[in-house]
């Protein structure tokens, strides 16, 4: 169709080479009526007619290269602007498939979940042949926490209902400390020797390299940031401003060894510390059993001037509100994010399998929008009073939620 149309088209170079030398034809005719005009004889033409010949000649050349290079320069330019334009075209195209393919994804993987109790997949299968999962409990508020009567609360314990809804799932008798994760779960049960103790841990904790090695984790429940604290009243860390993580902790380095570090054994402070700072824990270390010092008091700490840094989550942290003012994230947002997971044997694929799955079916099926584990948190928190105020709006809520419990990595 478009060679059809081309083919139909004049050929409007030839007519503008034609108008050219009419141009000239019609320039020359002037020149000579205006010579006669002014009382120039015909026998000067005609003996300076090679000098007007070649005057015109190049008059003619002139017009000509002036025309060829304005129409180059036009051509040219036309189709830059063509190039950018189909470019430009090919782009959103590619975009729009992009998004289509995605769209398609997301479909597939609606219907599979949407299909798995239907048609249970092996791992439900398997999973329905599993007598009873017992977990452990580990207090660490708000993600698990203990009544006064000793019954485990919290936001693990929520999602971990959720999961296992329409199967039995009981708890251990006693509450379990951070040094025992790998201990209890591969010590077998004395009352019933075929099992073990616990299966898998609700409090969810931070899947670390070192834990890695020894247990196995499920997908990430969520993100959390981890900030690096200290006092605006500390003379070491004075007119700081929040930085990389690189940066900071080149600038801790810097001040020397004398930098007072007070850890809680077992939790994240105590192994960021080692991390980075290994060499300098000399006579200014400090590491609290997990019983004898909590997060409140690791802030207070660093508030009267006995620690000098601490790693700590920033949700955790900002709990703290008396000491806001003073103890502050040496950090930028989103410099140090751990993934929060539940913990069980490395062996039991089939039981890390089937909360994989459910996990991806609370998202989406209980959630608006895909942030069902998010909701599950919000009410928890909403229903045991934590990090909320009685003041906040439902917006800040979100805010809050979104900068404590990050559903994905975005660093």
């Not at 005057?55 to 003619?60: I, R």
């Not at 798995?116 to 329905?128: G, H, M």
């Not at 698990?144 to 039995?168: A, V, Y």
């Not at 993580?245 to 054994?265: C, M, S, T």
Request: proline residues 4%; hydrophobic residues 35%.
């Amino acid at each position: 169709m478009n060679t059809f149309q081309d083919s139909k088209q004049p050929d409007w170079g030839k007519y503008e080479v034609m108008l050219s030398v009419i141009g000239l034809l019609v320039a020359l005719i002037s020149l000579v009526v205006g010579l006669f005009q002014v009382g120039v004889k015909m026998e000067f033409l005609l003996n300076n007619w090679r000098y007007l010949a070649i005057a015109l000649v190049l008059m003619a050349s002139t017009a000509a290269l002036t025309h060829a290079l304005t129409r180059r320069k036009l051509t040219s330019k036309l189709r830059q602007n063509a190039e950018t334009l189909r470019q430009g075209e090919s782009k959103l195209e590619e975009v729009r498939e992009i998004l289509k393919h995605k769209e398609n994804e997301l479909e597939v993987c609606q219907r599979e979940v949407g299909q798995l109790k239907s048609k249970p997949v092996p791992y439900y299968k398997r999973f329905e042949q599993i007598p009873r999962v017992r977990y452990g409990h580990i207090e660490y508020p708000p993600l698990l926490d203990h009544t006064r009567q000793g019954e485990p609360i919290g936001i693990g314990i929520t999602i971990l209902k959720e999961i296992f809804r329409g199967n039995g799932i009981e708890k251990h008798d006693t509450r379990m400390f951070w040094e025992e994760i790998e201990t209890l779960l591969y010590e077998m049960d004395p009352e019933s020797p075929k099992n073990y103790k616990i299966d898998i841990i609700a409090t969810p904790i931070f899947e670390t390299n070192d834990r890695a090695q020894k247990v196995s984790f499920t997908s990430p429940i969520f993100y959390s940031e981890i900030g690096l604290y200290y006092s605006k009243n500390n003379p070491l860390f004075r007119s700081l401003h929040p930085m990389t993580l690189d940066h900071a902790i080149a600038q801790i380095r810097g001040r020397g060894n004398d930098i007072k570090f007070h850890v809680i054994e077992g939790e994240l402070s105590e192994r960021m510390v080692k991390k980075y700072f290994s060499d300098q824990l000399t006579k200014n270390y400090y590491a609290h059993k997990s019983g004898s010092m909590k997060v409140p008091e690791l802030i207070k700490y660093i508030a009267k001037g006995n620690c000098d840094v601490a790693f700590v989550e920033t949700f955790q942290a900002d709990l703290q509100t008396n000491f806001s003012d003073t103890v502050v994230n040496l950090l930028r947002p989103n410099q140090l994010l751990y993934p929060v997971a539940y913990a069980m044997r490395r062996e039991d694929y089939v039981l890390r399998r089937y909360i994989n799955l459910k996990l991806m079916e609370i998202d989406i099926y209980s959630g608006n929008g895909g942030n069902g584990i998010t909701d599950l948190i919000k009410s928890e928190l909403e229903r045991i009073g934590a990090l909320f105020h009685p003041d906040d709006s439902e917006d800040e809520k979100m805010k809050k939620m979104r900068k404590y419990f990050i559903r994905e990595y975005e660093i």
